[in-house]
């Protein structure tokens, strides 16, 4: 398995483009979530998803767009960026939430750096 | 609205001695709670979780983490640390039995030298 996977590693881009993270997994998983990580801040649950077609806000939704077409990938559209979204993001995915498991699996990472 | 507290950015421990990291949460209900660690340039790797039963949970590369409910508790320890421990390390909770995201502290550094 190669559990979660995120393309680019690292982007840089200018402020007002957009771009598409990708995210995948193959755990057959029913969650997934889009973190990002700033210093000092922890990660902040950006966009989440419960399964295919399911998809719903977290702590920082503002500037982002997700969508779930299927149970393994779950891409974050930045619209227009902007030199706060500078960050490091983080894709996730755990099973069901409220079973036992539960435990999260990160990818990665993208490193993006909007000028 | 549930909450976790990491009290400190760094901890600094010489290999071979005990190490604590501290962390303490608020929730409506039961916690489940989770420690992660991410070594530079990496995603974030499960260490140990606490969901019910026994209140000394055992993890991963030695770590363990003892759940105190009285005191909103689940300080992470190893009895000896080594330099390939020094990592940045996260404390998460989420309410058992709801749908209720996995809320992160802010991490603490763990920094091992010889």
């Known amino acids: 398995n190669a559990g979660v996977t995120q393309t680019p590693k690292f982007q840089v881009l200018k402020t007002g483009q957009s771009m598409t993270l990708q995210c995948a997994q193959d755990m057959n998983h029913e969650y997934m979530s889009w973190y990002r990580q700033d210093p000092g801040m922890g990660l902040r649950l950006i966009h989440y998803s419960v399964g295919a077609g399911i998809t719903d806000q977290g702590e920082v939704p503002n500037g982002y767009n997700v969508s779930r077409s299927t149970t393994e990938d779950f891409p974050l559209r930045l619209l227009s960026a902007a030199p706060s979204q500078t960050s490091v993001y983080f894709c996730?995915?755990?099973?069901?939430?409220?079973?036992?498991?539960?435990?999260?699996?990160f990818g990665p990472g993208t490193r993006l750096t909007v000028l | 609205a549930q909450s976790v507290a990491q009290p400190e950015d760094q901890v600094n421990v010489a290999e071979g001695n005990p190490l604590t990291v501290k962390c303490t949460y608020s929730?409506?209900?039961?916690?489940?709670l989770f420690w992660y660690v991410q070594y530079p340039n990496r995603g974030l790797q499960f260490l140990l979780k606490y969901i019910t039963g026994d209140n000394l949970v055992k993890g991963s590369y030695g770590f363990e983490a003892e759940f105190n409910k009285s005191q909103t508790s689940f300080h992470l320890k190893k009895p000896s640390a080594l330099v390939s421990d020094s990592a940045l390390y996260f404390c998460a909770v989420r309410e058992w039995g709801t749908a209720s995201k996995l809320t992160f502290g802010t991490g603490t550094r763990l920094q091992v030298t010889l």
């Open positions: 929730v409506s209900g039961n916690p489940y």
């Open positions: 996730a995915s755990s099973p069901r939430p409220g079973t036992s498991g539960d435990t999260q699996y």
